[in-house]
């Protein structure tokens, strides 16, 4: 026992002193040289991942564990985070559209009554500055749509109205508008969202088409608040004037194939 309490209060680390001078000379070589080779190692780069395929339907409802809904918000939010990682921020031109209607339409599988997938098809993911990949969203707006138009009108419309002033493609926000007053009953939809076939057929010169679609609108008794028919009513009176005015500047426009004067000869200018 005194050995042992002499050799614990002596300390049981040798010093410096006794260590042989080629093992420190090592030592300190040995953190030189990691010293260097840190410094020489080039930054570290984030590199952002590509967004993966999402996982299959049946494999999906297997992981659900009997709560679809719960999940298909994950697998949202999982999509939505996505394109900020660790270090590095990815744009949205730089992701894999494809991949990304995948993702949503897995959503939507899950949770066929959830309405954020379709909220950012139309109104995150189809406003980047390209033109294929915010076609790609609004043809997912539109074909799930079809699905269940009473409750997904609202995301169609949003793609109606982007399909003619984003895209400046009037033929694509016909079709759209022609869908939401087809596949809609005025219980579903809004008068607004039903009637904007009307007012694109209007805006393309289509006069008569829009006529007669708001002439049937307005006897089919289907708009009943008083504010809206008096709006209705205004605005055939708008297109009917529209439409005679065209009709009016179309009429002094030259035929073609008509005659037109001959042309002046100098000598005869000159008689003049």
Known sequence: MEMA?????????????????????????????QLVLAALQPPPVAQAEALPQPPSAGALRALSLGDPVALAQGLTLYL??????????????????????????????????GQYPLLLASQVYAQVPDAVRQRRMLDLVYRRF???????????????????????????????????????????????????????????????????????LLDSGAVTDPHELRFLIQRLEQIANAEKSSSASKSRLPHAGAASPPPLRPDSAADQ
């Open 80 to 113: 939505q985070a996505f394109d900020t990682q660790p270090g590095v921020s990815i744009p949205f031109l730089q992701l894999d559209y494809e991949r990304v209607e995948a993702w949503l339409s897995r959503a939507l599988e899950l949770d066929p009554g």
């Open 146 to 216: 079809l699905e269940d138009p009473a409750q997904r009108w609202r995301w169609l419309a949003h793609a109606t109205i982007m399909a003619k002033h984003r895209l400046h493609d009037p033929q694509l926000a016909l079709m759209y508008a022609r869908a939401l007053r087809e596949r809609t009953q005025p219980d579903e939809a809004p008068g607004w969202a039903r009637q904007l076939e009307i007012f694109i057929h209007e805006d393309m010169g289509q006069y008569q088409a829009a006529k007669v679609l708001l002439g049937g």
């Open 5 to 33: 309490r002499r050799w614990f209060d002596r300390g049981s680390e040798r010093p410096v002193a006794d260590v042989p001078p080629a093992l420190r000379a090592a030592l300190v070589m040995a953190i030189l040289a």
